[in-house]
Protein backbone atom coordinates (compact mmCIF):
# COMPACT_ATOMS: atom_id res chain seq x y z
CA UNK A 1 0.00 0.00 0.00
CA UNK A 2 1.45 3.30 -0.89
CA UNK A 3 0.48 6.72 0.15
CA UNK A 4 -1.92 7.56 -2.27
CA UNK A 5 -4.18 4.72 -0.80
CA UNK A 6 -4.31 6.36 2.48
CA UNK A 7 -5.10 10.10 1.22
CA UNK A 8 -8.56 9.72 2.59
CA UNK A 9 -7.67 8.57 5.98
CA UNK A 10 -4.82 11.41 5.73
CA UNK A 11 -7.29 14.00 4.81
CA UNK A 12 -9.33 12.73 7.78
CA UNK A 13 -6.96 12.54 10.52
CA UNK A 14 -5.82 16.15 9.39
CA UNK A 15 -9.43 17.20 9.29
CA UNK A 16 -10.06 15.95 12.63
CA UNK A 17 -6.96 17.39 14.11
CA UNK A 18 -7.67 20.77 12.84
CA UNK A 19 -11.09 20.74 14.81
CA UNK A 20 -13.69 20.54 11.23
CA UNK A 21 -16.08 18.79 10.15
CA UNK A 22 -16.88 17.53 6.53
CA UNK A 23 -19.09 20.54 6.20
CA UNK A 24 -16.86 23.24 7.31
CA UNK A 25 -13.97 21.98 5.21
CA UNK A 26 -16.25 21.49 2.56
CA UNK A 27 -17.41 25.16 2.88
CA UNK A 28 -13.68 26.44 3.43
CA UNK A 29 -12.09 24.39 -0.10
CA UNK A 30 -15.08 25.41 -2.10
CA UNK A 31 -16.36 21.88 -2.58
CA UNK A 32 -19.54 19.49 -1.93
CA UNK A 33 -19.90 17.77 1.41
CA UNK A 34 -20.61 14.51 -0.46
CA UNK A 35 -16.63 15.58 -2.11
CA UNK A 36 -15.29 15.17 1.40
CA UNK A 37 -17.24 12.33 2.44
CA UNK A 38 -16.42 10.10 -0.54
CA UNK A 39 -12.33 11.31 -0.70
CA UNK A 40 -12.69 10.14 3.44
CA UNK A 41 -14.84 6.68 2.42
CA UNK A 42 -11.65 6.20 -0.28
CA UNK A 43 -14.33 6.03 -3.39
CA UNK A 44 -12.12 5.33 -6.56
CA UNK A 45 -13.02 8.72 -8.56
CA UNK A 46 -12.25 12.14 -7.33
CA UNK A 47 -11.48 15.23 -9.23
CA UNK A 48 -8.09 16.47 -8.85
CA UNK A 49 -8.91 19.84 -8.76
CA UNK A 50 -11.46 18.89 -5.75
CA UNK A 51 -8.34 17.28 -3.76
CA UNK A 52 -5.88 19.88 -4.33
CA UNK A 53 -8.41 21.81 -3.18
CA UNK A 54 -9.04 20.34 0.14
CA UNK A 55 -5.32 19.81 0.50
CA UNK A 56 -4.62 23.17 0.68
CA UNK A 57 -7.03 23.83 3.21
CA UNK A 58 -4.97 21.32 5.43
CA UNK A 59 -1.79 22.50 4.64
CA UNK A 60 -1.24 19.12 2.79
CA UNK A 61 1.28 18.75 0.13
CA UNK A 62 1.12 16.52 -2.83
CA UNK A 63 4.52 15.51 -4.31
CA UNK A 64 4.87 13.10 -7.54
CA UNK A 65 7.32 10.71 -6.66
CA UNK A 66 9.19 8.02 -9.18
CA UNK A 67 12.62 6.91 -10.17
CA UNK A 68 12.93 9.34 -12.51
CA UNK A 69 11.83 12.43 -10.53
CA UNK A 70 15.46 13.54 -9.91
CA UNK A 71 16.45 13.29 -13.88
CA UNK A 72 12.72 14.78 -14.64
CA UNK A 73 13.89 18.18 -12.53
CA UNK A 74 17.54 18.15 -14.26
CA UNK A 75 15.99 18.32 -17.59
CA UNK A 76 13.35 20.85 -16.95
CA UNK A 77 16.03 23.28 -15.74
CA UNK A 78 17.58 22.75 -19.33
CA UNK A 79 16.93 25.38 -22.03
Request: glycine share 6%; net charge positive; hydrophobic share 40%.
Given at each position: M????N????????????????????????????A????E?????????T?????S?L???????????????????L?
Open positions: NKIDIGSIIRFHRRKAGLTQKQLATLAGVGKSVFDIKEKITIRLNLTAILVNISLEPESPLMEQWNMEKQP
